[in-house]
T-cell receptor, first 114, second 113 residues
Framework: AQSVTQPDIHITVSEGASLELRCNYSYGATPYLFWYVQSPGQGLQLLLK??????LVQGIKGFEAEFKRSQSSFNLRKPSVHWSDAAEYFCAVAESGGYNKLIFGAGTRLAVHP | DAGVIQSPRHEVTEMGQEVTLRCKPI?????LFWYRQTMMRGLELLIYFNNNVPIDDSGMPEDRFSAKMPNASFSTLKIQPSEPRDSAVYFCASSSDRDYGYTFGSGTRLTVV
């Protein structure tokens, strides 16, 4: 069965610094990959998604992610973090052809220091 | 579009009571998902529907949990009887063949005392 690992539970960065959140997946075929963000007390908002094609995908709020098949990774990046980016970030994987049965990682909580 | 709408936002109930959570998906979306989020277990898929038909309910924890989708614009998740360990945030999400990536509601925070 597919699974998602987010190795970092908490990350703290300074405002203006670059950010990379790690995500590793386990799935035999080409996965559908997603990153979501959850602010306190809110639902999850889709940041970006990868299905096929260009392995570098752009999302909302200045985020991007790169799919690396050889490393089974889909890391999320942002060149300059803003205080409003403090939230919890979830990586997720679905079966190819499936946006059904989305499996989520445990999440990474991001804190931003001024 | 108003997005996925869940009600109530917060629910506090006593152990043994019946709890009903409600969800209105985005119009035109033919997939609906119920998730539960806890600190210990993270986000768990409980059940999902396609065209109002339950497809996979393997995540439903016990027979105390049931979900229905009587039409394309409404779904319920019922817990009867409720227990303190059911305390969690319950999310509904919807999706479609043309709109990859789920849209989540704001969730219902359930507290069973």
């Amino acid at each position: 069965a597919q699974s998602v690992t987010q190795p970092d539970i908490h990350i703290t960065v300074s405002e203006g610094a670059s950010l990379e959140l790690r995500c590793n997946y386990s799935y035999g075929a080409t996965p559908y990959l997603f990153w979501y963000v959850q602010s306190p007390g809110q639902g999850l908002q889709l940041l970006l998604k990868y299905f096929s094609g260009d392995t570098l995908v752009q999302g909302i709020k200045g985020f991007e992610a790169e799919f690396k098949r050889s490393q089974s990774s889909f890391n999320l990046r942002k060149p300059s973090v803003h205080w409003s980016d403090a939230a919890e970030y979830f990586c997720a994987v679905a079966e190819s052809g499936g946006y059904n049965k989305l499996i989520f990682g445990a999440g990474t909580r991001l804190a931003v220091h001024p | 579009d108003a997005g996925v709408i869940q009600s109530p936002r917060h629910e506090v109930t006593e152990m043994g009571q019946e709890v009903t959570l409600r969800c209105k998906p985005i119009s035109g979306h033919d997939y609906l998902f119920w998730y539960r989020q806890t600190m210990m277990r993270g986000l768990e898929l409980l059940i999902y529907f396609n065209n109002n038909v339950p497809i996979d309910d393997s995540g439903m924890p016990e027979d105390r949990f049931s979900a229905k989708m009587p039409n394309a614009s409404f779904s319920t998740l019922k817990i009867q009887p409720s227990e303190p360990r059911d305390s969690a945030v319950y999310f509904c999400a919807s999706s479609s063949d043309r709109d990859y990536g789920y849209t989540f509601g704001s969730g219902t925070r359930l507290t069973v005392v």
